[in-house]
T-cell receptor
Framework: DTEVTQTPKHLVMGMTNKKSLKCEQH?????MYWYKQKAKKPPELMFV???????INESVPSRFSPECPNSSLLNLHLHALQPEDSALYLC?????????????FGSGTRLTVV | SQQGEEDPQALSIQEGENATMNCSYK?????LQWYRQNSGRGLVHLIL?????REKHSGRLRVTLDTSKKSSSLLITASRAADTASYFC?????????????FGTGTRLQVTL
């Protein structure tokens, strides 16, 4: 299995809702990432998990809460989002430090906050 | 924050022509990677070049890296309509605990028949 699977593919949520984005990989990668991408912009790093521990938080607002239950799963819990949080949310995984093969990205969750 | 700038922002060529994209970055890196993205979906890793390498080839792709100028280029030879996509360079910088990939601004490539 050489894929990163993200669910759901599309999500529409109200500003008072709580929802979660899910990401799964079975490549034995020890690092997992959340990126946010607005239209016609490059992806921006949100969080990095290394060996199931949060190692980088790029000053992301607390309404985004990441969770890594095990080495194959990564969640992003969403609560009280704003319309400007609407974007494509991308999950990725990699071997970790001393990269040789690049990151593997999922196809993303397109989030719309209404 | 964005690490790199890419130029051109957009490039339109005919099938069979070569496409060259350039990337500049600001800080020291472990490696530099190039990705392709179709229609705002997931990114596909194309090629990785380490900081101690100067040139790398993969199929129709050729990547160069000049660490003294903090710049890289991606050449796609004999382009095809299927190469139409956005292309991003991304720098992998040392962080101490984990890899951290930061993307450039991207080049939108349009290949016409």
């Amino acid at each position: 299995d050489t894929e990163v699977t993200q669910t759901p593919k599309h999500l529409v949520m109200g500003m008072t809702n709580k929802k979660s984005l899910k990401c799964e990989q079975h490549m034995g990668h020890r690092a997992m990432y959340w990126y946010k991408q607005k239209a016609k912009k490059p992806p921006e790093l949100m969080f990095v998990y290394s060996y199931e521990k949060l190692s980088i938080n790029e000053s992301v607002p607390s309404r985004f809460s990441p969770e890594c239950p095990n080495s194959s799963l990564l969640n992003l819990h969403l609560h009280a989002l704003q319309p400007e949080d609407s974007a494509l949310y991308l999950c990725a995984s990699s071997q970790g430090r001393l990269e040789r093969h690049g990151y593997t990205f999922g196809s993303g969750t397109r989030l719309t906050v209404v | 924050s964005q690490q790199g700038e890419e130029d051109p922002q957009a490039l339109s060529i005919q099938e069979g022509e070569n496409a060259t994209m350039n990337c500049s970055y600001k800080t020291s890196i472990n490696n530099l990677q190039w990705y392709r993205q179709n229609s705002g979906r997931g990114l596909v890793h194309l090629i990785l070049i380490r900081s101690n390498e100067r040139e790398k080839h993969s199929g129709r792709l050729r990547v160069t890296l000049d660490t003294s100028k903090k710049s890289s280029s991606l050449l796609i030879t004999a382009s095809r309509a299927a190469d139409t996509a956005s292309y991003f360079c991304a720098t992998d910088a040392p962080t101490g605990t984990a890899s951290k990939l930061t993307f450039g601004t991207g080049t939108r490539l349009q290949v016409t028949l």
